[in-house]
């Protein structure tokens, strides 16, 4: 059976279209479901009821069954006939039976199937197109004609009349397929720029996706030196605690043994006083002039310096270790932990050096990481920002809350200063060097000699930095600026305690060599 003919008997003869969900009547004729129960309901107030096909009378309303065949060989017709569902468009010449159009002739305003497509005629008039696009949008909304060129100064498509007669007269034409072949070549242009946007999304997403992964592998070990870290601060607070314990509870028992002492002597002093009120009332002076321990009696002040002292002391004694004791103690728990909590403080720091800040015999690497002392002048713009008496930069970000760290390798330098800066800092006479001043605090290398400075007040490190690699941690609100040696055991240098009254930047100097920042964290 032909395609058309199939589709006729697949046909709902109330709707006209290929079946929804068929039912079937005793007479045996098929419906939509949808279709057959609005004709029932209509027919429901006429006193009966009937096949809308053959006429055939029913007494009761009729049951309908579901005629699961017919739904099966629908759906598998349907299926076999994509593309006429999809597009829609039929040939204008096949009346039998609908076939598929290949293509639309806008001479002749007519759809073509393959068949008629081959004996159309080729003349230039008949412009051929995609069957699916509707042949109004093809025309001209104005004068009705094909649309054949294209205007650059108005970016649209138009007829030959339009600028021949119309709005468009004298404006610059192209063929549509001239015009079409330069904006699918500015298409592709634009395509290569996404391609190419697309493949550096992708390596960061790489690159993010691999940083992610060494992040993971990381955090098993990190998860293990924090649990190692809190482990060892709640074993100390817990002895800490011991310890303030004892000292309270060993105070009142002190008070309560000198409390007991000083009733037995209390008890003791009684005991001579009536005996010496015994004396007083004798009347035989031989009796009173012959005891033994008169001389015992009469001493009362044996002991009393000692007495007094301890008084003294229990009445002034705070109670163990005192709150100053405890404050004591736990920032002495906390100057013990605190670069190892350092290493947890989520998030980086990107320090990166400001040219606009470097002294021209200073030379900034390409990343902004790296300065080193150069004979040679690099010849930059006289800016306020710049340093001209020192070979010092400054960072471009600054820091006014929050805790940070960032490191430097100061190994290719044997003369050096690192720190941080108020941008206020002087930019020109010797006041401008990193620590001769109010506004910045330093580390400096000179030589085998190393010190920390500020406000011009040098001090002297007992020892010197066994590394190659210094961190200078901030704590903005606590007001704390301090240096480390990250050798193995990551030494404590220094700790300078203020209250900021400005944000800070990361300040080099370097005298010799270079100096490269390795990285750094924050918590904001």
Wanted: glycine share 6%; net charge negative.
């Amino acid at each position: 059976m032909a395609s058309g003919d199939l589709r006729a008997e697949l046909e709902c003869s109330v709707c006209l279209n290929i079946y929804t969900d068929p039912v079937m009547l005793r007479c045996g004729h098929n419906f939509c479901r949808v279709c057959i129960d609005r004709v029932l309901d209509t027919q429901g107030g006429s006193g009966g009821y009937s096949c809308p096909e053959c006429r055939e009378k029913f007494r009761d309303q009729p049951a309908l069954h579901r005629n699961i065949t017919l739904r099966n060989i629908v759906e598998n017709f349907q299926s076999a006939q994509p593309d006429r569902e999809e597009s829609g468009v039929f040939c204008t010449y096949c009346v039998d039976s609908p076939v598929p159009a290949l293509r639309s002739c806008l001479h002749c305003e007519a759809y073509l199937c393959d068949k008629h497509l081959r004996v159309h005629k080729k003349s230039p008039e008949h412009i051929l197109c995609d069957p699916t696009l509707s042949m109004e949008s093809r025309k001209c909304s104005v004068h009705k004609k094909i649309l054949e060129y294209y205007c650059t100064e108005d970016e649209t498509c138009v007829c030959v009349s339009c600028f021949m007669i119309g709005e468009h007269i004298g404006h610059k034409m192209e063929s549509l397929d001239e015009a079409f072949e330069k904006k699918k070549e500015t298409l592709r242009n634009v395509l290569q720029k996404l391609l190419t946007k697309r493949e550096e999304t992708e390596e960061r997403v790489q690159c993010l996706q691999e940083h992610r992964r060494k992040v993971e592998e990381e955090a098993a070990g990190d998860i293990e030196r924090v649990t190692v870290l809190f482990r060892d601060l709640r074993r100390r607070l817990e002895d800490l605690e011991k310890r303030i314990l004892r000292e309270i509870s060993g105070r009142a028992e002190r008070i309560s043994i000198s409390i007991r002492d000083l009733e037995i002597k209390k008890e003791e002093l009684s005991r001579k006083m009536r005996h010496i009120e015994e004396l007083c009332n004798m009347r035989d002076p031989l009796t009173v002039l012959q005891e033994s321990d008169t001389g015992d009696l009469c001493d009362t002040e044996d002991g009393d310096n000692e007495d007094r002292e301890r008084h003294e002391e229990l009445l002034h004694d705070g109670g163990g270790l005192g709150v100053a004791g405890i404050s004591h103690t736990l920032h002495t728990l906390f100057d013990i932990t605190e670069v190892n909590v350092s290493f947890y403080i989520q998030g980086a720091a990107d320090i990166l050096l400001d040219g606009n800040t470097a002294h021209n015999n200073l030379q900034i690497s390409d990343d902004r990481k790296t300065v080193s002392r150069s004979d040679r002048n690099q010849i930059r713009p006289k800016t306020p920002e710049r340093f001209l008496y020192w070979s010092q930069v400054l960072s471009s970000r600054s820091f006014s809350s929050g805790r940070h760290y960032w490191e430097v390798d100061v190994g290719g330098s044997d003369s050096w200063r690192v720190g941080m800066c108020y941008p206020s800092i002087e930019r020109r006479g010797g006041e401008s060097l990193i620590g001769y001043n109010k506004k910045s605090w330093g580390l400096d290398r000179t030589g085998n000699q190393y010190g920390v400075i500020h406000d011009s007040k040098c001090v002297p490190l007992p020892t010197n930095i066994s590394s190659n690699r210094v961190r200078i941690y901030l704590d903005y609100e606590v007001g704390r600026i301090s240096f480390y040696d990250l050798c193995d055991s990551i030494r404590h240098l220094h700790t300078f305690t203020t209250t900021f009254t400005e944000p800070l930047h990361a300040g080099i100097c370097v005298e010799k060599g270079c100096i490269k920042i390795c990285g750094g964290k924050l918590e904001m």
